[in-house]
T-cell receptor, first 113, second 115 residues
């Protein structure tokens, strides 16, 4: 069964450093998303991406965040200058159309020290 | 704006008991999609069910069943004869019928099933 994959599974970084979280969506999916879950809290929407551009972003997704689809398979989330409060689990998701089920990757657990 | 409320923060039951997890949602959309996800201690989000707003039929899958009522904006989830492996955080989510199609999640309900 096709699945969304994410790398790395865990990342530890120093405050102020840049991190890139990588995702490989399901191959025939066209809509891509990043969500964040701070430990013990709910899953929060960050950004949606379709047709090589951002279709919607939340208030959390400020100028330190960016997304890119550098090739036909990867979808990346870059955090330019990490802060302590960026420590969270980051989930990538994809779906074929907005009406279909959104499938989540296993997540990347980011720890900013 | 969309909102999903899971009023039960934590539920604890003994194995073999039935348990119902509540989910109430708010949306102005006439077409929308509802989901339940399970998050075990390992952290991944496991898809359980998707329901379209225009399909109010209840669904049963093994020990799991879902009750969707548009009149009360609720989409409740029942586990029959609970097992220890059912222990997890369960999230209800609402998805828009837009090009973005983002999902709004509830706060989650932590279910603990004791042997």
């Amino acid at each position: 069964e096709p699945e969304v994959t994410q790398t790395p599974s865990h990342q530890v970084t120093q405050m102020g450093q840049e991190v890139i979280l990588r995702c490989v969506p399901i191959s025939n999916h066209l809509y891509f998303y990043w969500y964040r879950q701070i430990l013990g809290q709910k899953v929060e929407f960050l950004v949606s991406f379709y047709n090589n551009e951002i279709s919607e972003k939340s208030e959390i997704f400020d100028d330190q965040f960016s997304v890119e689809r550098p090739d036909g398979s990867n979808f990346t989330l870059k955090i330019r200058s990490t802060k302590l409060e960026d420590s969270a689990m980051y989930f990538c998701a994809s779906r074929e159309t907005p009406r279909e089920t959104q499938y989540f990757g296993p997540g990347t657990r980011l720890l900013v020290l | 704006a969309q909102k999903v409320t899971q009023a039960q923060t934590e539920i604890s039951v003994v194995e073999k008991e039935d348990v119902t997890l509540d989910c109430v949602y708010e949306t102005r959309d006439t077409t929308y999609y509802l989901f339940w996800y399970k998050q075990p201690p390992s952290g991944e989000l496991v898809f359980l069910i998707r329901r379209n707003s225009f399909d109010e039929q209840n669904e049963i899958s093994g020990r799991y069943s879902w009750n969707f009522q548009k009149s009360t904006s609720s989409f409740n989830f029942t586990i029959t004869a609970s097992q220890v492996v059912d222990s997890a955080v369960y999230f209800c989510a609402l998805s828009e019928n837009t090009n973005a199609g983002k999902s709004t999640f509830g706060d989650g309900t932590t279910l603990t099933v004791k042997p």
